[in-house]
């Protein structure tokens, strides 16, 4: 499978359109070596269009330059990110595609939606080192769907060598020769507009939302956003699917009275979930920080970083094949319909949640200063998951409250932070015993993880004190 980023802009044109003179636009000098392709492009989805509600195309086509199956997804805000797979046949959609969308469509069969055929004319535009700046496309399109048929013509701008100005000077130039801006997305979603806003419309929620409602949601949507990028082992897709996993649960637990019965079910499985990722996410961190100790140490401890590396290496791999195997559980699937339901039909009797933000405050507030009194390291560490929730709670009500409730998150994560670094140095400790308990090196590794809990745990009085002012609580407390 190939994964390319796809920028390119769409104008609806009408049938006598002509190319304006693009020579001198934007570095262009030449504008030559047209092609024409005949496209037929079958399109793939849901009953409900569940893939193009959520801003995915999946396609298999025939014709032009990279025959075969596509799927689109959105990509970092300037492009859209495409996965290809050539020489595939038939109606039924290679698995690896399938993998990347199984959050969205879980257990629905995908068939044929529409049938767009293109007859194209591609020009590129060259600078003058004979670079290809960008493809335009002239485009006739005749679409059928559902025994409904349209047809009309449309330019793309595909951008290759070039950068975002070239493609506003072609813009520039298209639309002073009586282009529009194009009325849809793409082709699919102007020849099933009306379909596609049917199923807009069965799909809207009609709760009223209310911040907790949107908080979950949030998380939620967050858990499918980093749902593909966690199944091809991408560090930082596993690190936010498990932040808003955790995020989720938390507020599950805090605001209970908010949501179903089902609600606690549903948290012991997120629970599984995060564990999941965390067997991924956490050696990938242990790694770099110690290896970070180790190359800092000299070359006579490169054997000990290389048994650190060997180890928790294997153990990324070992999280890896297992996650891969729960996100394409019925189990996982069960989960996610389940987040559904809680998200998309909660009480409307909660409460306020202010109230609450305020009362798991107090008690990671309480927890923190017992455990700081005893010393004992399991304490502290069980106020700082307290600590997590509330940060998470005040997140909730953030936005109605703005710059104070915001200062009031910032200083719960710094004071979360610091008691992690000491928590991250004892389970540092742990494993470095796990490795390498007869070693002379990995003795001396261990002092200095046990060095660092205690410089870390000497800030955390300071953090205290940021954390709770007057002036980044005053607003909580008159909420």
């Not at 032009?64 to 990110?81: E, I, Q």
């Not at 498990?242 to 995020?247: D, G, P």
């Not at 499985?269 to 564990?275: D, M, N, Q, T, V």
């Not at 140490?297 to 153990?315: K, V, W, Y």
Request: proline residues 5%; charged residues 35%.
């Amino acid at each position: 499978m190939e994964i390319a980023t796809e920028t390119e802009r769409k104008y609806d044109v009408p049938a006598t359109f002509e190319l304006p003179q693009l020579t001198g636009v934007a570095g262009i000098t030449g504008v030559d070596g047209t092609e024409i392709h005949d496209l037929d492009a079958t399109y793939f989805d849901t009953d409900d269009l569940r893939l193009m509600r959520n801003r995915r195309t999946l396609r298999r086509r025939a014709g032009g330059n990279d025959a075969g199956w596509h799927l689109k997804t959105p990509g970092d805000g300037t492009g859209r990110t495409e996965h290809r797979i050539s020489g595939h046949e038939g109606d039924a959609v290679p698995d690896e595609l399938v993998s990347i969308v199984r959050g969205l469509v879980r257990r629905a069969p995908l068939a044929p939606v529409c049938r767009l055929r293109t007859h194209r004319v591609e020009t590129p535009l060259r600078d003058g080192e004979g670079r290809t700046l960008a493809l335009i496309a002239q485009d006739q399109v005749h679409a059928e769907s559902e025994g409904q048929e349209s047809a009309w013509q449309e330019i793309e701008v595909e951008l290759v060598d070039g950068d975002a100005a070239v493609l506003d000077a072609v813009e520039q130039a298209l639309l002073a020769a009586g282009a529009t801006l194009a009325a849809g997305p793409s082709k699919v979603s102007r020849a099933l507009a009306e379909r596609l806003t049917e199923a807009k419309e069965k799909a809207k929620v009609k709760t009223k939302v209310n911040p907790v409602l949107r908080y979950a949601r949030e998380q939620r949507d967050a858990i499918l956003e980093y749902d593909p990028p966690a199944r091809r082992g991408d560090a930082e897709g596993v690190h936010k699917m498990r932040v808003a996993t955790r995020r989720l649960r938390s507020t599950l637990k805090t605001y209970k009275r908010w949501f179903p019965e089902e609600g606690p079910a549903t948290s012991d499985e997120l629970r599984w979930l995060a564990g999941m990722l965390g067997a991924v996410r956490d050696p990938q961190v242990l790694e770099g920080k110690l290896l970070a100790g180790v190359e800092e140490s000299g070359p006579e401890f490169e054997p000990a970083a290389q048994r650190i590396r060997a180890a928790l290496e294997h153990r990324v791999a070992q999280g890896l094949d297992e996650l891969a195997e729960a996100l394409e559980s019925d189990r996982y699937l069960a989960l996610l319909d389940a987040i559904d339901t809680l998200a998309d039909h909660p009480r409307q009797n909660g409460g306020d949640p202010a109230e609450r933000t305020r009362k798991i405050l107090r008690k990671a507030d309480e927890e923190l200063d017992a455990a700081t009194k005893s010393g004992v390291d399991e304490e502290l560490h069980d106020a700082r998951k307290t600590y997590k929730k509330a940060r998470y709670a005040v997140e909730v009500i953030q936005p109605e409250h703005g710059k104070p409730a915001k200062q009031l998150v910032k200083a719960l994560t710094d004071l979360q932070d610091g008691l992690g670094a000491h928590q991250d140095s004892t389970i540092a400790r742990q494993v470095l015993h796990e490795i390498g308990p007869d070693s002379f090196y990995f003795g001396v590794l261990y002092g200095r993880q046990e060095q660092v809990g205690k410089e870390t745990l000497r800030e955390v009085p300071a953090l205290v004190r940021a954390s709770r002012r007057k002036k980044v609580r005053r607003w909580l407390a008159k909420t």
